[in-house]
């Protein structure tokens, strides 16, 4: 633990010693080609060092190193009318090894994450339908997202419409198909070997979502749908998942020196299968819950300092010998702004938690912020299995508390605009169905023209 927090130090005191950058425009691709109005080209790249020691995932080994690499070139047209997006991806890895933690979520090398085209209409083109493969953010990011923080990028082909409502806020709808990362073996990812990706029909999801800023005085209301609808075929083995996931979401303004409110209720009902196996022909019915609540403080002080209490809750299986499914299925949702970074890191997911949290962030400099976060963990059904490491005592009688873990992260726009460095660690130390205290470290840099 001691090495993590060292190199935290140092990083914070370079931060704080090198001068800042003068205040000048940021480098962009689109300036230095001259291209034509309304035509921009983006290149990012981001590589990440990961070290875990003592992961609580079962088969892994006892100390692992990982660097993640992500380029990503964007190209599109915004015309007044008329848009279009190519965006092209390559994801890979180096230093992994046999017994490392390695799946599709760190490697999907030279593939076409965006390819689309859209037009704007109605009154002020409020309206925008767009057709073809494209990536979003929706509502918390809880249950669909671009993925920021993990290594490769889920996307979806299929149409997707907005409409502003000249209120700031929007409704969105759309109906996909989940583009499948491949390849998905073992040895192709060691190689970060290369395989196109492809969508089926045996798995389409259907979304809608309303932001409504004036729906409640004072507050700002989300409500959504979506429908995760899957089947086998000959080309793809799925878990039979026919999922209706309903919810709300309101948030209370922020203002300076006062409380506010986050709260966020799902539902989930249908059913699915215990498994992807092509034997598994037991269907299920499914009920899922999840209840999100945050009460933070922002501070009036130069540092935007910032206090949150969080607690999460996301149902589980009570008995997993039953005909009946009660765990939380988070869709295409991520972790990693709730949970800690998902890595070699990734015990923890949506699904049979509860968790209450303290988070505490700031601003130390313009170009300088830092986050803590502090969480305590619970099986919500103590003979359901943990997270993502599929650790479970089918009895229960190992209990249901899993641990507590301390989360820490630095950020340093070095070059605002064109060069970021982050750093993050994290320290579980895990109770009862393991008892590794797992200590993971991070640091990369990202580019961006």
Known sequence: MSTQLALLAIMLGIAFTVPAAAQQEAFRLTDALQLSEGYSLALTHRSRFENIVDNVQPGTSKNDQLLAQRTLLDFRFQGERFTSQLELADMRQSMADNDSVISTATVNSADILQANFGIRFGSENRHWLRLGRFTEDWGSRRLMARLRFRNTINSWDGLVWHQNLGNGGQIRAMATQVVQQRPSDRQSLLDNSHQSERSFNAQRFYGLHADLPELITNWRSEVFLFLLREKDTADLQTANRRL????????????????????????????????????????????????????????????????????????????????????????????????????????FNRSNLISPALRLSADLSPSVDILAIYRHFWLAQARDSWGRTGLRDITGESGDYLGQHLELRLRWDVVPGNVAMESGAIFLAAENLSNNNSEYFYTGITLTF
């Open 244 to 347: 209706n996931t309903a919810g709300f979401r309101l948030q209370s303004p922020r203002p300076h020196g006062q409380w506010d409110l986050e709260i966020e209720t799902i539902l989930q009902q249908g059913h699915r299968r215990s498994s992807s196996s092509p034997a598994d022909h037991i269907d299920l019915r499914h009920q899922g819950f999840f209840q999100y609540l945050g009460l933070g403080y922002s501070f009036d002080n130069p540092l935007n300092l910032r206090l949150q209490l969080e607690f999460d809750y996301a149902s589980g299986d009570s008995d997993p010998l039953d005909s009946e499914s009660g765990r939380f299925d988070s869709l295409f949702g991520p972790t990693t702004f709730e949970f800690g970074v998902v890595g070699l890191y990734n015990p």
